[in-house]
């Protein structure tokens, strides 16, 4: 029995009465009679259910197209319906053994091909310096030389090729220009940059560039004091001038404001020791032992680990108002700075102060393996929040830092070396694991016992420093696993829709993954950092592989495509999976021209004695400092 059907029910019978008939013709006159049959108010609600179900199926249709994980899915909650865009992934190639692809790369530098899709000037404010040329086929656009092949679409890729295949994807580059014309293009961007800064933000610290405008976070200048150095390298008298004038008549430290130790250390004292010494300016070191001394107070403490912060005016120092802990690479990674001062000086006050706190950190327990917690406390001088180990934030420069005093002392302060090769060894031990399903080496974090497969895109100054300790003298698998981090490191570029890396990636090991790295929505941003072509430069320099130079000079194109703004200066950008929609933040953080720009450059010199490296060694902010010269 069936009710009785009623106006405000919508009653469908799917069996028809009589004899089955399936005939395409029948049930295309048996539906047709059903919904002639129906009331208009039934045919609304059964229109309307059928469009609401068209929308709900949409976003996951889309989402699919774009491979966003479950999880992504699922926090995704400001999405907006935007076009499809594919994944970034490797075309499919016959397979080659990387010696010989390497070799090939070398020998025939070859018109470069690239993979990146065509930007389409999706926001309106940055823009794209690109331009077709005369005679070139439909879909390949040139750039400064470099052709980008816009037909080559994305979605041809395959998963589960191996590593070769990926990075044979992405062999292209600069290999058919010129040194100098490569070099010109990294002063291109630097002028550009510059130019901005110049425009809206002179004598502030970091360029607004879409606002026009400028934010201040010590009020010192940071931006002009951080190029400085890079300026005197790229040969931009003019610039470097106007920023000298600058420096010696307007900075002054004598101001009431709160800096961050490590911040102003790294790049300002940094910056200043360093354009001292390839300038010979005295002015320089007149003002790098201002704020030098200005810096002092941080270590009256109890424990005389410092503190994060000191007013330079008021000669008084504070940790951060919710905590008496200092971050561990903070307070390891001033030492460079403040022994060069000591040694300029003459004054032991500040090489004794820095050295103090590698004594204590060297004995403290709750060390891994030689790896670090990351924080350290300033009243009892022990690491607190212990268990969680990591080479990204908050611990990254103190190996950095380990192996560069080594360096810059002339090689004599063995337990700096001991901390170093046992920590490098640590991380070998509990850090290193492989990635699904193309096996990419990567150095992920432990929290408790616990791996977890995360790795910053700070992490990547690690391939640049083993190779620099092997260069050195250490071992030669140093030099290897170097190799292998930088291939990892790229490929958290080149498999982003941007050609650009994220802050942080995940990478997968369960086996029968369909790809190696995955991106949480919180972490899609790009701060135009620098670890990745600092590494770039380091292994250029001591292979001449040329493939890292192609590497590099995609990166930087990729900068130009995405992170150029047209009025002056470059941006940071917040997602890095969507050339449509890349949102920029309006901010172009110091070290871009400190260390992104200058890491280039020397990348792209064929010169080993600019800036050698078995004569300098470079702080953490791309500063070089003198090796000590033997007094033995
Ligand atoms: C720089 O200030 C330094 O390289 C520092 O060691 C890490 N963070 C930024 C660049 O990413």
């Known amino acids: 029995m069936h009710p009785p059907s009623r106006q405000d029910y919508i009653s469908i019978s799917l069996a028809g009465q009589g004899t089955y008939n399936n005939g395409k013709q029948w049930r295309r006159q048996s539906c047709w009679r059903k919904w002639k049959r129906l009331s208009r108010l039934q045919r609304s609600l059964i229109l309307l259910f059928l469009f609401m179900c068209g929308i709900a199926s949409y976003p996951a ?4 197209l774009r491979g966003l994980t479950a999880g992504e899915r699922s926090t995704e909650s400001n999405s907006v319906l935007r076009p499809i865009v594919p994944q970034v992934l490797p075309e499919p190639v016959k397979p080659q053994p990387e010696q010989s ?4 790369l070398s020998n025939k530098r070859g018109p470069p091909i690239l993979q990146n899709r065509l930007q389409k000037k999706g926001n309106g404010t940055v823009t794209v310096e690109e331009k077709k040329e005369k005679g070139e086929e439909e879909g390949v656009i040139s750039w ?11 979605e041809e890729a395959k998963d589960g090729e191996s590593k070769d295949h990926l990075l044979a994807n992405h062999k292209s580059g600069p290999s058919n220009q010129s040194e100098a014309s490569l070099l010109e293009a990294v002063k291109d961007a630097f002028r550009h940059a510059w130019q901005g800064y110049k425009d809206f933000a002179w004598g502030h610290d970091e360029l607004r560039p879409l606002s026009k405008s400028y934010s201040e976070w010590f009020g010192l200048g940071l931006t002009l004091i951080d190029a400085l150095d890079t300026m005197w390298i790229l040969g931009l008298k003019e610039e470097f001038e106007e920023a000298r004038t600058w420096v010696a008549t307007e900075l002054t430290f004598n101001k009431n404001v709160d800096v961050n130790l490590f911040e102003s250390t790294i790049r300002i004292l940094g910056g200043l020791l360093s354009t001292y010494h390839l300038t010979g300016d005295t002015m320089f070191l007149d003002k790098a032992k201002d704020i030098g001394s200005r810096l002092m107070p941080a270590f009256n403490t109890p424990s005389k680990i410092p503190y994060s912060d000191v007013n330079i005016g008021k000669g008084t120092a504070h940790p951060p108002r919710w905590t008496s802990d200092s971050t561990v690479a903070e307070v390891t990674s001033i030492q460079l700075e403040f022994r060069e001062l000591s040694r300029l000086t003459q004054d032991p006050q500040y090489q004794d102060a820095v050295a103090e706190v590698m004594k204590q950190v060297h004995k403290l327990d709750g060390k891994l393996d030689g790896l670090v917690p990351m924080f350290i406390n300033t009243n009892n001088g022990q690491f607190t929040h212990q268990g969680i180990f990591t080479l990204g934030a908050r611990a990254d420069s103190y190996y950095e830092y380990l192996l560069k005093q080594w360096i810059q002392g002339g090689k004599k302060e063995d337990q700096l070396l001991q901390d170093y090769v046992q920590a490098i060894e640590g991380v070998k031990k509990n850090l290193l694991q492989k990635s699904s399903p193309n096996g990419l ?12 497969p995360k790795m910053d895109h700070l992490v990547c100054f690690l391939p640049g420093t083993l190779a620099l300790g092997a260069h050195h003298g250490l071992p030669a698998d140093h030099m290897d696993l170097a190799k292998q981090l930088m291939e990892t490191c790229y490929q958290m570029y080149i498999q982003m829709e941007t050609g650009l890396s994220p802050e942080i990636v995940h990478f997968n090991m369960h086996e029968g993954s369909i790809r190696d790295i ?6 899609r941003h790009n701060l135009l950092r620098p670890e990745t072509v ?3 430069f380091y292994l250029y320099r001591f292979t001449k592989d040329h493939k890292y130079q192609d590497w590099g000079w995609n990166i930087l194109q990729n900068f130009n495509k995405y992170t150029k703004v047209s009025s002056g200066g470059y941006t940071s950008i917040n997602n890095v999976r969507d050339p449509d929609y890349t949102s920029p933040r309006d901010k ?4 871009f021209l400190g260390e992104t720009l200058k890491y280039l450059y020397l990348l792209f010199s064929e010169d ?11 702080n953490t902010e791309a500063h070089p400092l003198p090796i000590w010269p033997s007094t033995a």
């Open 588 to 591: 172009m953080e110091s070290f």
């Open 61 to 64: 249709v889309t989402e699919h």
């Open 518 to 523: 995955d991106v949480k929505l919180a972490d």
């Open 608 to 618: 080993p004695s600019l800036i050698s490296l078995d004569e300098y060694v470079f």
């Open 144 to 154: 400064r030389g470099a052709v980008v092949d816009t037909d080559k679409d994305t």
């Open 441 to 452: 080496t990567f150095v992920g974090e432990l929290s408790h016992g616990q791996f977890s």
């Open 534 to 536: 600092e590494s770039l």
């Open 101 to 104: 692809s390497q070799k090939k």
